[in-house]
């Protein structure tokens, strides 16, 4: 199947700092979507971006999908900002397939 | 309010014994999926509906067991076979293959 990796693992930022958070995955995807994990469990959707640019706020996606990629950049960190992010494919017609995800904690 | 509702929110079972977590929702999205996620880890699949009356395995489907008689809902069991079920399962929903899925708040599930 296809693989999902993403970067770094976890990451510590102090309020106020800008990130990145990079996920690589295996094939061509037809589908891709970022998630923030709050810390009571939910996942809130944060992007569905299966190519392109796309931005919200502090918060901004870009996907490559020639180039097996997608970036996520988070300005102006706020500690809300906490938890942990997860980028997920769909590889054809298939299903949602989730990457380990980065674990962000910004410190006031 | 349009949203994927899951209870309970907390589940204690007891060793040998079935449980079931309901899922619900409002969108009229005809997929519907359970997932779930270990401490530190990714979710993964357990099983999926893409219409009414019909479901597929996912990735862990084993010691699990689900139905969708109706679109709206997607009740998932874990039977006694599933040898380690404390986990956080995650229920969700889309319109259909391709489209952007929504998540409802889980239910975390606790063997005493």
């Known amino acids: 199947g296809i693989q999902v990796e993403q970067s770094p693992p976890d990451l510590i930022l102090q309020e106020g700092a800008n990130s990145t958070l990079r996920c690589n995955f295996s094939?061509?995807?037809?589908?891709l979507q970022w998630f923030h994990q709050n810390p009571w469990g939910q996942l809130i959707n944060l992007f569905y971006i299966p190519s392109g640019t796309k931005q919200n706020g502090r918060l901004s996606a870009t996907t490559v999908a020639t180039e097996r990629y997608s970036l996520l950049y988070i300005s102006s960190s706020q500690t809300t900002d906490s938890g942990v992010y997860f980028c997920a494919v769909e590889l054809g017609y298939s299903t949602l397939t989730f990457g380990k995800g980065t674990m962000l904690l910004v410190s006031p | 309010d349009g949203g994927i509702t899951q209870s309970p929110k907390y589940l204690f079972r007891k060793e040998g014994q079935n449980v079931t977590l309901s899922c619900e929702q409002n969108?009229?999205?005809?997929?519907m999926y359970w997932y779930r996620q270990d401490p530190g880890q990714g979710l993964r699949l357990i099983y999926y509906?893409?219409?009414?009356?019909?479901?597929q395995k996912g990735d862990i489907a084993e010691g699990y067991s689900v139905s969708r008689e109706k679109k709206e809902s997607f009740p998932l069991t874990v039977t006694s076979a599933q040898k380690n079920p404390t986990a956080f399962y995650l229920c969700?929903?889309?319109?259909?293959?391709?489209?952007?899925?929504?998540f409802g708040q889980g239910t975390r599930l606790t063997v005493v």
């Open positions: 969108l009229n999205h005809d997929a």
């Open positions: 509906s893409q219409i009414v009356n019909d479901f």
């Open positions: 969700a929903s889309r319109r259909g293959l391709n489209t952007e899925a929504f």
């Open positions: 094939d061509s995807v037809n589908n």
